[in-house]
Every structure is written in structure tokens, then in C-alpha cells.
């Protein structure tokens, strides 16, 4: 168990020199970064567990919705605060890389940025799952929230780096009800390829929609039922 840090800015250029080093050297040692100048202890105090396995991102979500709550955090002190999402993403390392087989190579996957800057925000392997979670819960946050904590989310992506799809439910909902197959457990077989009717189309209608329609005062199931003929095969029965 670990208290919860902040990652200062000497932390993530350290951070930074260990992402370097360790895509050429899988073995290299990581720093310990656990204390000052590199980073500083959260307030309020939180606790969490710096060993625990997480078997999807909803794992990780649920995690830290739980710990956040019990320490009294709100969603609104903390999604802001990229020294903190960089600190659990050093923290938890070993688990977001799959053991370190899984490296990707945009330090933004790991070092987070700030969330005016959205599509680099959203790549952030540990920040967004969290976000859309504490936003949505269960079952609209499935899409992002399905596959394990080291690999990207072609949703998250896609669909969160859009702000004015993202912060309206129900488009959100409409989203979970086209595209995710609650039999399978994960998305649509296509649902964020270029087809027709994918997500990527869904978001390109939808800003169509935005000058002839009042969008954002329509329930999911007026906005599925006005979509064109394209999104037939995608539509819930």
C-alpha cells in the first residue's frame, strides 16, 4: 500500500528518461520517484494498492472510483490534475504495460498532459477510463472502459476527444446502444473501423445534425431513429 503523489516536473522528466530507456532495455530499473523534488504527497491523504492487479480498464475505474470516494475526492478535484495521473501511471507501470511487454510509444500514453489539449488527454492510458466512468457508470461507459489497461481504446480515441459528444448522455448512450454487443462483452465487430455507420460516421452525422436539429434535448432513441439507413445494421432491436 502507498500513499497517493503528485508527479512533479522533475518527477515526469525522470519519467520520461525511464519511458526512453526502457523501450530499448526492457529490464531497466525504474527510478524511485517517491519522493521530493520529483513528486509530492496528494491532499487529502489517499491510500491505494501500489500491487493490485487490474484484469480490464473497468477494474482500474472501479478501483479508483471506490478510493476516490472513501477519501472524500471529488471528480471535479482530480481530472485536472495531470501530476497525479502521471504518478499513478509511473506507479502502476508493470500493470499498464502488460509486465513491460506492452510499451507503447507516445510518452502521452504515460506522462499525462493537460485536458484543454483533448486528443492528447485522452490517450492517457490510466486518466480517461476513470473520466468517462465517474461520468457515465455502467453500461454507457462499457466502450471504453471493456479491454485491459494496457492497450489503446479505439473509443476513447475516437469519441472522447470529441467534447461536445462526450459531455452529453445522451448522445453517449446512443453510442453504447449502436455500437457495444453486451453478449460478447466488447464492441461491435467494426464498430470503430471506416465502414458505414461506424462510430467514426456516427460522430461526423451527428455534427450534421447539429445545424438542423436540437440534438442535445433528444433521448438516445430519437437520435438512433433519425439516423440514415447506413446505421440500420448497427441499431439495437
Same mark, same amino acid.
Request: hydrophobic fraction near 35%; charge should be neutral.
Given at each position: ?33 517517491? !519522493? ?26 472501479? @478501483? ?30 508493470? =500493470? ?5 511487454? !506492452? ?29 468517462? @466512468? ?27 476527444? !470529441? ?12 453510442? @453504447? ?30 455534427? =450534421? ?29
Amino acid at each position: 500500500m502507498i500513499a497517493v503523489r503528485r508527479m512533479l516536473q522533475k518527477g515526469e522528466d525522470s519519467f520520461r528518461e525511464f519511458l526512453n530507456q526502457v523501450r530499448e532495455n526492457k529490464s531497466f530499473p525504474k527510478p524511485d520517484l517517491n !519522493n521530493e523534488p520529483f513528486s509530492e504527497e496528494f491532499s487529502p491523504k489517499i491510500i491505494i494498492d501500489d500491487m493490485i492487479t487490474f484484469k480490464s480498464k473497468q477494474e482500474l475505474a472501479e @478501483y479508483l472510483n471506490k478510493v476516490f470516494e472513501i477519501s472524500g475526492v471529488k471528480r471535479e478535484d482530480v481530472i485536472g490534475d495531470k501530476g497525479l495521473w502521471t504518478w499513478l501511471a509511473y506507479t502502476w507501470f508493470e =500493470q499498464i504495460t502488460n509486465n513491460r511487454c !506492452n510499451i507503447l510509444k507516445r510518452e502521452e500514453h504515460y506522462i499525462c498532459t493537460s485536458p484543454s489539449n483533448y486528443r492528447r488527454y485522452y490517450i492517457h492510458l490510466v486518466a480517461p477510463c476513470y473520466i468517462i @466512468y465517474s461520468l457515465y457508470g455502467l453500461p454507457i461507459s462499457k466502450l471504453f472502459v471493456y479491454n485491459p489497461p494496457w492497450e489503446i481504446n479505439d473509443f476513447t480515441e475516437r469519441v472522447a476527444a !470529441n467534447q461536445f459528444i462526450i459531455s452529453h448522455k445522451n448522445i453517449m448512450e446512443a453510442i @453504447y446502444r449502436l455500437y457495444f454487443d453486451e453478449r460478447s462483452g466488447r464492441p461491435k465487430r467494426g464498430a470503430s473501423s471506416d465502414e458505414e455507420g461506424s462510430v467514426r460516421r456516427f460522430i461526423k452525422v451527428i455534427q =450534421q445534425f447539429e445545424f438542423t436539429y436540437d440534438i442535445y434535448s433528444m433521448s438516445s432513441d430519437q437520435i438512433i431513429n433519425l439516423l440514415p439507413p447506413e446505421f440500420n445494421r448497427w441499431k439495437p432491436s
